[in-house]
């Protein structure tokens, strides 16, 4: 079962910040928090990941929760090409098999 | 560089025949991973490999099967067609098997069964 509770659908102004939520309650302290976004039938695509400091990238910021039960990826100007189904994805750092339990996701919807 | 490869992109076989879908992981990385697809929902895992050994199984039936090969590109084989296995498989790499970088997807093979 997937760790992670994610709102079913967003809608988003093109130019404004695009904030996902996503809800990690049982996650362990050595899990780290992974985001990935999938386009309409294309691979999923790696956006950001964090134990439980902030991080930013190019492409987004992720802010983890001081008691890391939740986080919220965070596109500082969506853009058209930004809908796209936002997976939010938590596995161990060490594990005998790497594997990422998907859930079913938020569907943001940028609206020009 | 090229990200990770998979081959056919689309792919249409009848109940009963037996399919094999390929992969070419990142340059440097040494694991790979397949995942199924079905419309509306999130991949599933199937398989992990990494230095050619099988690290990991989902819930799949003994149908699928795969392997690595030694330079690193990966081979799943589902038998038996269903008409159930329609769905988008998907073939992401790593560059090891514990650690904590992420897996990096390709654009998946498209298999209809019919």
């Known amino acids: 079962d997937a760790k992670t509770t994610q709102p079913p659908s967003m809608d988003c102004a093109e130019g404004r910040a695009a904030n996902l939520p996503c809800n990690h309650s049982?996650?362990?302290?050595?899990?780290?928090v992974y985001w990935y976004r999938q386009i309409h039938s294309q691979g999923p695509q790696y956006i950001i990941h964090?134990?439980?400091n902030n991080e930013t990238n190019e492409m987004a910021s992720l802010i983890i929760t001081e008691d890391r039960k939740s986080s919220t990826l965070i596109l500082p100007h969506a853009t058209l090409r930004d809908t796209a189904v936002y997976y939010c994805?938590?596995?161990?750092?060490?594990?005998?098999?790497?594997?990422?339990?998907f859930g079913t996701g938020t569907r943001l919807k940028v609206l020009a | 560089d090229a990200g990770v490869t998979q081959s056919p992109t689309h792919l249409i076989k009848t109940r009963g025949q037996h399919v094999t879908l390929r992969c070419s992981p990142i340059?440097?990385?040494?694991?790979v991973s397949w995942y199924q697809q079905v419309l509306g929902q999130g991949p599933q895992f199937i398989f992990q490999?990494?230095?050619?050994?099988?690290?990991g199984r989902g819930n799949f039936p003994d149908r699928f099967s795969a392997r690595q090969f030694p330079n690193y590109s990966s081979e799943l084989n589902v038998n038996a067609l269903l008409l159930g296995d329609s769905a988008l498989y998907l073939c992401?790499?790593?560059?090891?098997?514990?650690?904590?970088?992420?897996?990096?997807f390709g654009n998946g093979t498209r298999l209809t069964v019919t």
């Open positions: 994805i938590v596995r161990p750092a060490t594990s005998g098999t790497y594997k990422y339990i």
């Open positions: 049982t996650i362990s302290g050595n899990e780290y």
């Open positions: 992401a790499s790593s560059l090891g098997a514990g650690t904590n970088s992420p897996l990096h």
């Open positions: 964090g134990l439980k």
């Open positions: 490999y990494y230095e050619k050994e099988e690290r």
């Open positions: 340059s440097g990385h040494k694991s």
